[in-house]
């Protein structure tokens, strides 16, 4: 597609439920990322998706986020469980890792799913 | 920990004028990237500099970069309403993984 599309744009759900995000990146970008922005914040750094590569799962703050990539292609992020403190906007980003355009690591951002934890 | 900080946290403007923001990091970086984001939406990718440069404009953006001092500032000139957002700014140092500071919010008064 033209952009990075992330579904849905809003989601309230009540504590203990489990939601799932979904991410789908530009065509051809082989690397994702999904980060999150909670109110006034900045962003945190969630987990990273290269190619076929284990993917870094070091900012996952706990073992109720988790995230698959399908196909190398759209993503899903899963919180179990949820707690009031998951409320935040949940950003994905996508870029290119080959071509002219790949040696700046600029990011391509989706417009956020916001997640409301009641 | 944030690696790179944005400063101030809030600038109030009036059109016209320019607008300085500036961020500082900690570690050693391979680029430096400034990204703004409107309102409820995603961040946007706005100008980056290399570790080996000094200075880089983009239409009314100037970013300088000083990595003696690790900073860096983003200048906006004439500023419009339109400009109203947050910015970011985003470093990587050695992973693919940038890591962004808690902004800068913009407002620019008409």
């Known amino acids: 597609g033209a952009g990075v599309s992330q579904s849905p744009s809003n989601k309230v759900t009540e504590k203990g439920k489990d939601v799932e995000l979904r991410c789908d990146p530009i065509s051809g970008h082989t690397a994702l990322y999904w980060y999150r922005q909670s109110l006034g914040q900045g962003l945190e750094f969630l987990i990273y998706?290269?190619?076929?590569?284990?993917?870094?799962k070091s900012g996952l703050p706990s073992d109720r986020f988790s995230a698959e990539r399908t196909g190398g292609s759209v993503s899903t992020l899963t919180i179990q469980r949820t707690q009031q403190e998951d409320s935040a906007v949940y950003l994905c980003?996508?870029?290119?890792?080959?071509?002219?355009?790949?040696?700046?690591?600029?990011?391509?951002f989706g417009a956020g799913s916001r997640l409301t934890v009641l | 920990s944030q690696q790179g900080e944005e400063d101030p946290q809030a600038l109030s403007i009036q059109e016209g004028e320019n607008a300085t923001m500036n961020c500082s990091y900690k570690?050693?970086?391979?680029?430096l990237q400034w990204y703004r984001q409107n309102s409820g939406r995603g961040l946007v990718h706005l100008i980056l500099i290399r570790s080996n440069e000094r200075e880089k404009h983009s239409g009314r953006l100037r970013v300088t970069l000083d990595t003696s001092k690790k900073s860096s500032s983003l200048l906006i000139t004439a500023s419009r309403a339109a400009d109203t957002a947050s910015y970011f700014c985003a470093t990587y140092s050695g992973s693919y993984i940038p890591t962004f500071g808690r902004g800068t919010s913009l407002i620019v008064h008409p």
């Open positions: 570690t050693s970086i391979n680029n």
């Open positions: 980003a996508s870029r290119p890792t080959s071509g002219r355009a790949s040696g700046a690591n600029v990011l391509t």
């Open positions: 998706f290269q190619g076929n590569s284990a993917p870094d």
